[in-house]
């Protein structure tokens, strides 16, 4: 079967025809979903503003403002977004070579652990992860020497033999 000519020239010559729309997801513009993290509740996907929780388990009632989620790709999972930002902490450190660099660290759930997740301009930063902590006396980074921790993948984590 040839093709059609018609189409094929206004594919070409029309801009509007060069991009697909936006996809439903599954024929419906919001979709509420059941999740047991963050935490167990009713969470619901608004597009263009994503997902926010908009029930909890325990509560009969809805939440009076939807609390947005985020996906973090440090953790690989669900967290809030005021929990995100809190934990994401801007610092500059002297790498081995002596020069300094300024990186958006991210703590991990220890408390006390940080991996730098994005470079200055604000790129993530996909790992292996190096971690860090923050020095109580100095308030500068330094690089942790303790075994990995459990709460970021193995795969994602910088062997301290390499270092």
């Not at 206004?10 to 801009?15: D, E, G, L, Q, S």
Request: include cysteine.
């Amino acid at each position: 079967m040839a093709p059609n000519l018609f189409l094929c020239l206004r594919t070409i010559f029309c801009p509007t025809y060069w991009f697909q729309r936006g996809h439903r997801i599954q024929g419906s513009i919001a979709r509420e979903e059941h999740w047991d993290s963050p935490v167990p509740g009713i969470y619901k996907y608004i597009p263009s503003q994503g997902w926010h929780l908009v029930c909890r388990d325990s509560s009969d009632y809805d939440e009076k403002v939807p609390a947005p989620v985020v996906y973090c790709r440090i953790l690989h999972r669900y967290i809030f977004e005021d929990e995100f930002d809190e934990r994401c902490r801007w610092d500059t450190v002297i790498l081995d070579d002596g020069q300094t660099e300024k990186f958006l660290f991210f703590q991990l759930d220890d408390g006390f652990t940080y991996v730098a997740g994005w470079d200055s301009k604000g790129k993530f930063i996909p790992g292996p992860y190096q971690r860090w902590y923050r020095d109580p006396v100095t308030k500068s980074m330094q690089k942790a020497l303790f075994p990995p921790s459990s709460n970021v993948s193995r795969v994602s984590i910088i062997p301290d033999k390499l270092n």
